[in-house]
């Protein structure tokens, strides 16, 4: 289903500290999942992907898992950065080339 | 990497007129072009899909007639808002598939549209 326009969630690490950011995705039939970062007035930028035959990747400080049991994406940011500050969306897509479509997103807010 | 070039970055218009956004793929063919619309403080929500040579694909609830878009070649994808309003500002991207595995979608950079 599309994503519904609800204000954003905040999620506060401590730097240094990993991160754990979750989405629900909606369609049973999606088989490609991205993990965006978007920073204020920015464009989204690509973090990592996952296809559904598999339940975990791995990428540089950055972790996704997928649980399609339960249609649930995680993506984990180990020893957050100050950098780490932006947006973080989920998409899902049906099929390769197809619409993505994004997930609520969350604001990760990185305390010193 | 696959870049889109988005412009133009920022756009202020007044009621009534119409404003175009356009959507360059720089080193690679777009066949395909996706085009979100994103309010402060909420996702991108996908408005249409847009096909070199053909008509776009608009999601429900959009206006075609109000948000024409345009893909006349393999590199280029045109978004007008027509007879903008204030309800219109908002922040608009494009994205295209990446051709090689790996990297899914390139996006663009956005454009802020404000209408006064």
């Known amino acids: 289903g599309e994503s519904v326009g609800l204000h954003l969630p905040t999620l506060s690490v401590q730097e240094g500290d990993n991160s754990i950011i979750n989405c629900a995705y909606s369609n049973s039939a999606s088989d490609y999942f991205i993990w965006y970062k978007q920073e204020s007035g920015k464009g989204p930028q690509f973090i990592i992907d996952?296809?559904?035959?598999?339940d975990k990747r791995q990428g540089q400080r950055v972790t996704v898992l997928l649980n399609k049991t339960v249609k649930h994406l995680s993506l984990q940011i180990a020893a957050t950065q100050p950098g780490d500050s932006a947006v973080y969306f989920c998409?899902?897509?049906?099929?390769?080339?197809?619409?993505?479509?994004f997930g609520k997103g969350t604001r990760l807010h990185i305390l010193p | 990497g696959a870049v889109v070039s988005q412009h133009p970055s920022w756009v202020i218009c007044k009621s009534g007129t119409s404003v175009k956004i356009e959507c360059r793929s720089l080193?690679?063919?777009?066949?395909?072009m996706f085009w979100y619309r994103q309010f402060p403080k909420q996702s991108l929500m996908l408005m249409a899909t847009s096909n070199e040579g053909s008509k776009a694909t608009y999601e429900q609830g959009v206006e075609k007639d109000k948000f024409l878009i345009n893909h006349a070649s393999l590199t280029l994808s045109t978004l007008t808002v027509t007879s903008a309003h204030p309800e219109d500002s908002s922040f608009y991207i494009c994205?295209?598939?990446?051709?090689?595995?790996?990297?899914?979608?390139?996006f663009g950079s956005g454009t802020r549209l404000t209408v006064v």
């Open positions: 080193d690679f063919q777009a066949t395909t």
């Open positions: 998409a899902e897509n049906i099929r390769r080339d197809d619409k993505i479509i």
């Open positions: 996952i296809r559904s035959n598999m």
């Open positions: 994205s295209a598939p990446v051709p090689t595995t790996g990297d899914g979608y390139t």
